[in-house]
């Protein structure tokens, strides 16, 4: 499974509202703004800024 379509479409980051894009291989929701990395575990993105991933200097995208 994967995360529904129509959920990406309206998500963004809760820390600075960037549009986020899914990478299903890393099962991870990137922010394109500050680069925060939200997990999502069982097809449910983790949207809360305490479970987030910072950026790394090789990792942002």
Do not use: F, W
């Amino acid at each position: 499974m994967t995360v529904d379509a129509e959920l990406l479409e309206i998500l963004v980051c809760p820390n600075d509202r960037g549009e986020v894009t899914y990478i299903e291989a890393e099962q991870i929701i990137v922010c394109s703004v500050c680069g925060l990395r939200y997990p999502v575990r069982d097809d449910i993105p983790v949207m809360l800024i305490d479970e987030a991933e910072k950026p790394s200097a090789g990792k942002k995208r």
